[in-house]
Structures are given as C-alpha cells and as structure tokens.
C-alpha cells in the first residue's frame, strides 16, 4: 500500500522556507519570487511591523546624559594615579612588594569567601600600629550585621597574613546598604 506524504510543514506553498523569505522581507532585499508570489508576500507583510520598528531603532541616535563623560573620566583618572608599593614579609635576601591595588582586590576576593555580604570598597591606610584596612559592604542575607563582620576580618586578616605577610592592626567595616 502506497502512502502519500504530507507536505513539507516548513516550506510554503511556493516550496520556499518562510525563515528565509523573513530574513529576506526583515533586511529589505527580497528576491523576485518573493516580491511576486502570493505565499512569499504574505510572510513579508507579517513582518512588516517588525522590520518597520528595526529600522526606527536604527535611525535614533540615543544622546548620552550630559555628566556621563565627564563621570566616566573622573573614574579613569582616580585610577591611573601609580599605585604605591607595599612590602611584603619575605625569606631570603632582597625584597618583594605588591601593589596596593592588588593587594586590595586579594582582600576583597578573601571577603567573597564569606556569604551573606558583597564588599564594595578597600581601603589600605598605614596607621599608627601598622596596616588599617576599611571595607565597605552590602549586607546580601539575615545573617546579624556582628556576627557577618567577625567572619570578614577573619577572612581579610587570614588574607593579609597568608599573602602579604602582614597582620592588619585594625579592621574597619561598614555595612552601606541591604540587596
């Protein structure tokens, strides 16, 4: 017994796919076929309204707020300020530094150990005692404010040691917002 297969459901009538009649209609170069037949006319003018929006979107020309360049250049110059050096206890003869931009994203990369707060802000300051270090964080969980700030000194103190060879002499923190 012979069974008849059903048409292609993928094609159009005309044998053409509507995927690439779309693409053609959306980019505004149809083929001759398509801008004469019936079948192919019709996916074209469903996307009409689609392609009609493309192209108001391509014509605006967004204008950025007026402070966005000069916001934007104040970041960049409060940045290629040289970082200072910081010593780090070291064996052997010689003698080794960080960065202090490094060594600010160590201790911020130790606070993202601990769940429950998102560290924005690092600050190194040599106080009198030795490195002062002040966080700022958002409180991300119910964890009590104390009980979190305990477990990032304990991070940042277990970074400064193991890494930098320093025992920071205080610890700030200050918990700026709830996210």
Same mark, same amino acid.
């Given at each position: 017994?012979a ?7 993928e094609?159009l ?9 779309a693409?053609h ?5 149809p083929t001759?076929h ?5 079948h ?8 009409r309204p689609?392609?009609?929006a ?5 014509a ?5 707020p007026p402070?966005?360049v000069g ?6 110059? &409060?940045?290629?300020?040289?970082d ?6 070291a064996?052997?003869p ?6 202090? &931009?490094?060594? =600010? ?5 130790a606070?993202d ?7 924005g ?6 106080g009198?005692?030795?490195?002062? @270090? ?5 409180l ?10 305990g477990r990032? =000194? ?7 040691r ?8 205080r @610890?700030?923190?200050a918990?700026t917002? @709830?996210?």
């Open positions: 017994m069974v008849d297969r059903p048409s292609d459901p094609r009538p005309c044998g053409r796919q509507p995927d690439e009649v693409e209609a959306l980019r505004g170069c001759g398509e801008r004469d037949c019936p192919c006319r019709a996916v074209a003018e469903r996307h689609l392609a009609l493309g192209a108001e979107l391509a605006e020309r967004p204008e950025p402070a966005l916001s934007v250049m104040r970041a960049v110059r &409060s940045q290629a300020r040289p200072r050096l910081l010593p780090v206890a064996r052997g010689g003698r080794t530094a960080v960065r202090e &931009s490094a060594a =600010r994203a160590l201790l911020v990369a606070c150990t601990v769940p429950g707060a998102a560290v802000r690092c600050r190194l300051t040599e009198p005692d030795g490195l002062e @270090i002040a966080l700022s964080a958002h991300t969980s119910t964890v009590p404010a104390p009980e979190l700030a990032l =000194r304990t991070a940042v103190r277990t970074a400064a193991e890494s930098l060879g320093a025992d920071p002499a @610890i700030d923190i918990f917002d @709830i996210g």
